[in-house]
């Protein structure tokens, strides 16, 4: 899933021998700030500890001290603790995939540019990666503290909607007893903060990463190679940044619908739950491609400059050429040389023509496809095959 680690990075500097742009998106993020002090060689561990020790652990700890049975289900408990999937999922993947993919993006965004800087693919000179880097490195800073102000608006505000949806006695939730919360409730609540308080953190850094990029390529050159490996020009590093983002709403996703297939399993969920749920459908389907294609469409734009202006090169030569031969051609004075000359001109133009016009390949495009329609089909694929088991079992 390309999380790398974050390494210490120097001070946004530009070094004169090597003017690679490095920028600075961590400023005001304590949670990137913690990122940057953990070790290196145990970084992902580390951190999926520290996710399922401050939520899922807790919450079973609470959930064994508290007035509830762990397994038994009876009409006034319809989910208790044991059974609750949904809740085992968010905790112990969910939400530490969330916490990795949140901390590393400034380490993989850096190392994607640090990539087709070094290729020659993306060009900055070093008083414009200078003013870049200071310009931005004072935007996520306030990118930063916005995102935590409204993580804590996000987290408290979905808490709540969570407290008034289970807290019913009909509903025999394991989280309350009665219509009260039980201590299990208490942790739960906290988790479920801590979840959706990460969202707008993660949401809003990649919508400036985005507008990062688009910045970047305005003020920078992009000199595509027709046979680079990666297929497509050497910018699929940057390519890869999209792919991150959709790793991210696919877990959303199958949160969804575990969440969805728990309810409607085991629970009494109030009416208005379902008009929630349509619509969570109707935007992930939307927001799929929206955060695939959001960091790559800066450099599609580039691209596709690059590419137009390149063709309009080999046609300016290429009439100047068909021009002087017209004014041979009625002394017969043309030679091999200006036949060499023009199939030369005619083969750059048919190299150029398939310079790529999108900074992925069909690889990564395909995982993409993959990752986005997982949910789909999962939404589909369980009712089919509750469906099959009902009626092989009533054989």
């Known amino acids: 899933m390309g999380l790398d680690v974050i390494a210490a990075e120097p001070a946004a500097e530009i070094d004169p021998q090597h003017p690679f742009l490095?920028?600075?998106?961590?400023?005001?993020?304590?949670?990137?700030?913690?990122?940057?002090?953990?070790?290196?060689?145990?970084?992902?561990?580390?951190?999926?500890?520290?996710?399922?020790?401050?939520?899922?652990?807790?919450?079973?700890?609470?959930?064994i001290a508290g007035p509830l049975p762990l397994l038994r289900r009876d009409p006034s408990l319809r989910l208790p603790f044991g059974y609750d999937w949904n809740i085992?999922?968010?905790?112990?993947?969910?939400?530490?995939?969330?916490?990795?993919l949140t901390m590393t993006d400034h380490s993989v965004l850096n190392s994607a540019l640090r990539r087709v800087q070094r290729e020659g693919v993306l060009v900055v000179d070093a008083r414009t990666a200078g003013t870049l880097a200071e310009k931005w490195r004072a935007r996520f800073h306030r990118v930063n503290s916005?995102?935590?102000?409204?993580?804590?608006?996000?987290?408290?505000?979905?808490?709540?909607?969570?407290?008034?949806?289970y807290?019913?006695?009909?509903?025999?939730?394991?989280?309350?007893?009665?219509?009260?919360?039980?201590?299990?409730?208490?942790?739960?609540?906290?988790?479920?903060f801590l979840f959706f308080g990460l969202l707008p953190v993660y949401i809003t850094r990649n919508i400036a990463i985005s507008v990062f990029l688009k910045d970047l390529v305005?003020?920078?050159?992009?000199?595509?190679?027709?046979?680079?490996?990666?297929?497509?020009?050497?910018?699929?590093?940057?390519?890869?940044?999209?792919?991150?983002?959709?790793?991210?709403?696919?877990?959303?996703?199958?949160?969804?619908?575990?969440l969805v297939a728990i309810s409607f399993l085991y629970l009494r969920i109030p009416p208005w739950l379902d008009g929630l749920i349509i619509a969570a459908a109707i935007g992930y389907a939307f927001l799929g491609?929206?955060?695939?294609?959001?960091?790559?469409?800066?450099?599609?734009?580039?691209?596709?400059?690059?590419?137009?202006?390149?063709m309009s090169e080999v046609a300016h030569r290429l009439r100047i050429e068909l021009q002087r031969l017209r004014t041979?051609?009625?002394?017969?004075?043309?030679?091999?040389?200006?036949?060499?000359?023009?199939?030369?001109?005619?083969?750059?133009?048919?190299?150029?023509?398939?310079?790529?016009v999108w900074p992925f390949d069909a690889g990564t495009l395909k995982?993409?496809?993959?990752?986005?329609?997982?949910?789909?089909?999962?939404?589909i694929g369980y009712p089919l095959v509750q469906f099959v088991v009902r009626k092989v079992t009533q054989q």
């Open 88 to 100: 085992a999922f968010m905790f112990l993947f969910s939400f530490p995939a969330l916490v990795l």
């Open 167 to 192: 807290t019913p006695a009909d509903v025999g939730y394991w989280v309350a007893t009665d219509g009260h919360l039980v201590l299990p409730g208490y942790v739960f609540l906290t988790s479920i």
């Open 218 to 258: 305005d003020h920078s050159e992009l000199r595509l190679l027709p046979f680079h490996p990666d297929r497509c020009g050497g910018i699929r590093p940057v390519g890869e940044l999209g792919l991150r983002s959709q790793y991210a709403l696919t877990v959303l996703g199958l949160n969804v619908i575990s």
């Open 146 to 165: 916005m995102a935590y102000l409204f993580a804590v608006i996000a987290g408290l505000g979905v808490a709540a909607f969570n407290y008034v949806a």
């Open 328 to 356: 041979q051609l009625p002394a017969g004075e043309l030679t091999k040389d200006d036949e060499r000359l023009i199939k030369r001109l005619r083969k750059l133009g048919s190299v150029i023509d398939e310079l790529p």
């Open 367 to 379: 995982r993409f496809v993959t990752f986005y329609v997982l949910p789909m089909a999962s939404a």
């Open 22 to 63: 490095w920028i600075d998106t961590i400023s005001g993020s304590p949670l990137h700030q913690w990122g940057r002090r953990t070790n290196r060689t145990s970084f992902v561990v580390r951190v999926y500890a520290c996710s399922v020790l401050l939520t899922y652990v807790p919450m079973a700890a609470a959930a």
């Open 289 to 310: 491609p929206v955060v695939f294609m959001g960091p790559l469409l800066p450099f599609r734009a580039g691209m596709l400059k690059t590419k137009a202006e390149l």
